[in-house]
């Protein structure tokens, strides 16, 4: 059925629009395939709001004899109001966005009919053979083509980064013993003392505590004599024995004695949605005292999950920075909470990640080409089950702010480009975050049916809006406090429907006016210098000097 098809009322009149505390515009609304369209009146002096339906978490009807009230409550944590005055006008609009809200196929979604109205530029290419060099280890690492066409792990892309010194033979041994078949692959290389952090699966030990003398070997290939490894399970220790009966687990220390073994203990993936659902509901509560309030918002737990994430990330950093180790991450699959602690440590390791170009390098390295499965977290379509859903990269996102209010002028990106990223992840009209690994968007060919995101960043006057004036490089490690009063909840995203953001649009605004007038100055200075040189030569050359 096409779209089109759904929609009994295209255009409907006299519409209300509330939103946040006492906002509310009246004009019209334009429905299409993909997005309803408000229009306001022209005296109202507001602009246009289009909102693509897969942007509807929930959608809630209330008719009454005298007025129809629809509540829209967003992925992007913002809640619309529409108040129409006929009910059967509501019903159809509720019908049209609640069948169009989700797909039944990623290829139904908007990247896909998505055309700019500007020409983009081409979307920056990862390569990792150049990320090795960036690194320094071109000596230690190599680019390994063995999972060409997907036939060894169908959620790695083709290319990886391994050690130099292990064949493709061990690699393909090992992945037969990891889950889903996510063998050790290098995510950051430290030059300062030649450390690795690995990723991978579980390993299918079991209760019989199987071996695989490769795997073994693949580990300690990172390791020499003088230097000992790190295996970081994210999960709790209770979990890792359960999955331990199920035929996953642990590595068995008696097979990897150079290896020490420490546990994270983050939570399951259930537990932390209950949280986060908690979160949302906490925050989209008006009504409540301030002490009830606060009290909804510290039983959420959702601040102590954020917390549990940067202690593993800073537990990493300081394996590899301080004691100079290798360190293996690794959950159940290895495309969840091992994603989110190997890139946050390498935010805090890395001050390239920190810059704004790194930062999309970091995201299309370590997430989309690693296999996080953003489709099922985000439930991006209609097949996807609520079990399947997660908020893992919110949760990354929200680390990663964690980090930049501590450290706010270590990062060339400012809060809103990490707001933009979460509200890509979950609806969007360029593909960069459709389907759950490389292989599925290679089927669905997202390359060239769908648009980049990080094309669209690369325009100018859009990477301008997300640069932090205050930035100043620092080449150091970061090193965050995660205690839970250096833990503050991310009132920019999660009470964004009741911040106003002119006060800070405006400080940003004459930031950058006062850094180009800097700039500008020190070009003027530089070309007087240029002029009084030829000057001086001159002068030499004529006998004046």
């Excluded at 098809?5 to 509310?24: D, M, T």
């Excluded at 290939?221 to 009966?245: C, F, K, V």
């Excluded at 890509?424 to 490389?438: C, I, K, L, R």
Aim: hydrophobic letters at 35%; charged letters at 20%.
């Amino acid at each position: 059925m096409e779209f089109a098809e759904l929609l009994k009322r295209r255009f409907i009149e006299s519409v209300i629009l509330r939103r946040g505390k006492s906002e509310c515009t009246k004009g019209n609304i334009h429905l299409t395939a993909h997005h309803l369209i408000f229009i306001p009146e022209a005296s109202s002096g507001s602009g246009e709001l289009w909102m693509l339906y897969s942007n509807v978490n929930s959608i809630d009807k209330r008719l009454t004899s005298s007025l129809s009230i629809l509540t829209l409550r967003c992925r992007s944590l913002m809640i619309f109001q529409l108040d129409l005055k006929c009910a059967d006008d509501c019903m159809d609009v509720y019908n049209a966005i609640d069948k169009l809200a989700r797909p039944g196929s990623e290829e139904d979604l908007y990247p896909f009919f998505f055309r700019p109205r500007n020409a983009l530029p081409d979307a920056p290419v990862l390569d990792l053979q150049q990320e090795i060099e960036r690194l320094g280890g071109k000596d230690a690492l190599r680019v390994t083509t063995l999972n060409a066409d997907f036939k060894v792990c169908t959620s790695y892309p083709e290319k990886a980064i391994v050690p130099a010194s292990v064949t493709d033979e061990f690699l393909k041994r090992s992945a037969k013993f990891r889950q889903h078949g996510r063998f050790p692959v290098v995510a950051y290389f430290h030059e300062p003392n030649g450390a690795v952090i690995m990723r991978s699966g579980q390993p299918h030990c079991g209760a019989n505590n199987h071996r695989c003398s490769q795997d073994e070997g693949v580990l300690n290939a990172t390791l020499n004599r003088h230097r000992r490894g790190h295996i970081i399970d994210t999960r709790t220790s209770s979990m890792a024995q359960q999955h331990r009966q199920k035929g996953g687990g642990v590595e068995v220390e008696a097979h990897y004695p150079q290896w020490r073994r420490h546990n994270c203990g983050l939570e399951s993936l259930d537990t932390v949605q209950e949280s986060y659902t908690r979160l949302m509901d906490a925050c989209a509560d008006t009504t409540s005292s301030m002490g009830t309030w606060l009290t909804r918002l510290a039983n959420s737990n959702w601040l102590t999950h954020v917390s549990q994430l940067v202690q593993a990330a800073l537990h990493v950093m300081q394996c590899v920075d301080t004691e100079g180790g290798c360190v293996l991450v690794h959950g159940i699959a290895g495309w969840d909470t091992t994603l989110q602690v190997t890139a946050l440590t390498q935010v805090l390791l890395d001050p390239h990640c920190r810059t704004l170009a790194g930062f999309q390098n970091l995201i299309e390295r370590e997430w989309v080409q690693s296999g996080h499965p953003f489709s099922l977290r985000c439930g991006h379509t209609s097949v996807t089950s609520r079990s399947e859903r997660a908020p893992v990269f919110v949760m990354f996102l929200d680390a990663v702010h964690q980090v930049m209010r501590q450290y706010p002028c270590s990062f060339e990106f400012t809060d809103g480009f990490l707001i933009k990223l979460f509200e890509q992840a979950y609806s969007s009209e360029y593909g960069t975050f459709v389907g759950n690994s490389e292989r599925e968007r290679k089927v669905m060919d997202v390359t060239k049916k769908t648009y980049s995101l990080w094309a669209h960043f690369a325009q100018q006057n859009i990477a301008e809006d997300f640069v932090n004036p205050a930035y100043y490089k620092n080449g150091g490690a970061l090193c965050p406090s995660a205690t839970p009063p250096s833990i503050e909840l991310w009132r920019e995203l999660y009470l964004r429907l009741y911040q106003s953001t002119d006060c800070e649009d405006l400080v940003l605004a004459k930031a950058r006016q006062v850094n180009q007038r800097l700039a500008d100055a020190k070009q003027i200075v530089a070309q007087k210098k240029e002029e009084l040189l030829k000057l001086q030569q001159m002068a030499r050359e004529q006998g004046l000097a």
